[in-house]
């Protein structure tokens, strides 16, 4: 079968968020998934099999860190609609069933992409005793992103603090079912994005995420009401380094990108 990496969230190879990416005629069992995931060894691998005509959803889609199955992944979604479309396996508009619900992607004129996703609930938390160890900044505020995304958002004092983070990853495990996302205001929106972001995930096995598409799920409501503004973009500033475009509706979030195929290969086992 065909195995692509795609790297998204970027219009470049190299940068971005890579992500593997298999279709299949159905899924094998999670043990098979778990170690294709583990061999590809990028923050995910996406696998995706088409369902029958006529049904609430097109495509059935899971993903898999190299050390988890997750519940939601916006970045290699976002390679999988990619793959459809460059492939050819699906035109248009593609329904995709997770364990999320049904998440839509759309492609747009321009040659990116468009997510519709669940808001994440942001809960005011305390500041956890010991995070700002852990991360070696202190926190300014605290509010936690419900069960469907599972992470502790910090607003850190400004950008420059967020890119200089070097967080101890071990200690971080404690702070949050999946992890920390690190955030704070553009010191300079005329650069093309509104927010700073960094994410990290050692309880999945991912220390730093290149760029997080369901994270932006979080980030889209608080700075929206910061910021007063629906639409907003986001730098997460990994040193692979991407961008989100952020559209809040409600309970919905769409998250835009672009996204380059890097590999194309063949899987043998």
């Not at 995420?209 to 629906?230: F, K, M, N, Q």
């Amino acid at each position: 079968m065909r195995i692509r990496i795609v790297d998204a969230f970027t219009d470049r190879p190299f940068a971005g968020n890579p992500a593997g990416v298999l279709l299949l005629d159905a899924f094998p069992d999670d043990g098979w998934l778990q170690n294709v995931a583990r061999e590809v060894n990028h923050a995910e691998t996406a696998f995706a099999h088409r369902l029958p005509e006529g049904g609430e959803a097109d495509w059935a889609l899971r993903w898999f860190t190299p050390a988890t199955e997750v519940a939601l992944c916006g970045h290699a979604t976002l390679a999988t609609a990619h793959v459809l479309r460059t492939t050819g396996a699906h035109q248009g508009p593609v329904r995709f069933a997770t364990r999320s619900g049904v998440l839509s992607a759309a492609p747009r004129e321009d040659g990116s992409i468009t997510l519709d996703f669940p808001t994440a609930p942001l809960t005011r938390a305390e500041i956890p005793e010991g995070v700002a160890e852990a991360l070696g900044a202190q926190p300014r505020t605290a509010f936690d992103t419900g069960p469907g995304v599972g992470d502790l958002v910090l607003e850190l004092a400004d950008e420059k603090t967020v890119l200089g983070l070097a967080p101890d990853h071990q200690a971080l495990r404690r702070h949050s079912a999946r992890g920390v996302i690190a955030t704070a205001r553009a010191e300079d929106p005329s650069r093309g994005y509104d927010f700073v972001s960094r994410c990290f995930f050692p309880n999945v096995g991912i220390d730093e995420d290149p760029v997080t598409g369901s994270a932006h799920t979080a980030l889209a409501p608080y700075w929206s009401e910061r910021l007063g503004r629906l639409e907003l973009t986001g730098l997460q500033a990994s040193p692979r380094s991407g961008r989100v475009r952020t559209e809040l509706r409600g309970d919905r979030t769409l998250l835009t990108g672009r996204a380059v195929t890097v590999i194309e290969g063949e899987l043998l086992a």
